[in-house]
């Protein structure tokens, strides 16, 4: 045997010995990192600046920014499990505490961004208003984004049909809806006028209490209100896969800022959070306290949080203990409305 051959084998012989271990650390770190848990992470998101995500037509520019917060979530693997357990403001929570039962994963996200598009138009009305300018609103229907399982419209309604009458009663909104659902007990039939496809068609439900609910009733639809609003000059959004209602009141404040000429931002970096209604009302979100710590780390000056009137661990609670936490100098503002959130950034002082 040669000594060449005395080599190759010595070497051989290497490679088997470390073959096996070199498998199982693979294995180790494929599910490490990769499988799976019935878990699901919420961790501080970003803070983006709003003005290249929302533009209105025309509209002015100004020496500070709006931001957009967001929430970061994960399906956990048992790596980033292991590491959320550790970390302040890491969330962790069951799945099934996360998507609503009987609603697959697809149709919660596209609730989500049905409900962004909701909080979009919201926030054009508002703005609209406030500034003056022109807005028309035409109501187009009720559509339905997810139907429960289990519940009597399983089977019978599918995402993406159009309710336009319940027992002949034409219905323009979710709140259309809502109440003459509410109106009605267990047991009770109600004739729903659909449109499927471009196809109209009649049918039948029967309703049955929610579970774990000893009054309230339904039918088990998630539904969102088509609208159509129409304003000028024109403003077009490009939130991509972003979802949820609680970028109302910035999206709101943007919009404003670019139809008015006054720089509402004053020079400041100005983040918020708080889904808003047609009214104007700013309401109560979740992940307040990762919000903060997103703005923070953007450098925001300014943070807005539903007030909730005063209530005790009020979203504005939260925000300001969690502000306080982390050591940030950022300026928690209670609100509950549009123009309390207006009012104070036209009574700010311009930065320095």
């Known amino acids: 045997m040669t000594a060449s051959t005395a080599g190759r084998r010595k070497t051989m012989k290497l490679n088997r010995k470390y073959f096996i271990p070199s498998i199982i650390i693979l294995v180790l770190i494929t599910f490490l990192v990769g499988y799976r848990l019935p878990y699901y992470i919420y961790k501080p998101g970003g803070a983006d600046a709003l003005n290249p995500i929302v533009t209105v037509n025309d509209g002015f520019t100004s020496e500070g920014d709006m931001h957009l917060v967001t929430v970061s979530g994960i399906t956990a693997t048992p790596f980033s499990y292991l590491w959320a357990s550790i970390r302040p403001y890491q969330e962790i929570t069951p799945i099934e505490n996360v998507f609503p039962e009987g609603i697959s994963k697809d149709a919660y996200f596209r609730l989500q961004l049905q409900m962004m598009e909701g909080s979009q138009e ?110 000028d000059p024109p403003v077009n959004f490009s939130s991509g896969q972003i979802g949820g209602p609680s970028a109302g009141l910035m999206f709101s404040l943007e919009i404003y800022d670019q139809l008015t000429e006054e720089d509402l931002t004053k020079g400041y970096q100005i983040a918020g959070t708080g889904e808003i ?67 104070y950034l036209k009574q700010l002082e311009p930065k320095a």
Not at 166 to 184: A, F, P, R, W
Not at 211 to 221: C, D, L, N, R
């Open 122 to 231: 919201a926030s054009k009305v508002v703005a609209y208003q406030a500034a003056n300018k022109t807005i028309d609103i035409q109501y187009i229907g009720v559509y339905v984004v997810a139907v429960v399982e289990g519940m009597p419209a399983e089977g019978i309604l599918q995402p993406g049909d159009k309710i336009t009458k319940l027992d002949n009663v034409e219905i323009q909104n979710t709140n259309d809806l809502m109440d003459y659902v509410g109106g009605k007990a267990a047991g009770d039939t109600i004739q729903l006028t659909i449109e499927r496809e471009g196809n109209e068609q009649i049918e039948e439900i029967t309703l049955q209490k929610f579970p774990g609910e000893t009054k309230k009733v339904g039918i088990g639809i998630s539904l969102v209100t088509d609208r159509e609003v129409t304003v």
């Open 277 to 343: 209604d047609y009214d104007g009302n700013v309401n109560r979100i979740g992940g307040i306290d990762k919000k903060v710590i997103a703005a923070n780390n953007e450098g925001c000056e300014i943070f807005f949080a539903p007030n909730e009137g005063g209530a005790a661990n009020s979203n504005y609670q939260i925000a300001k203990q969690t502000a306080e936490d982390i050591g940030s100098s950022i300026k928690v503002v209670p609100i509950d409305t549009f123009d309390q959130a207006l009012d």
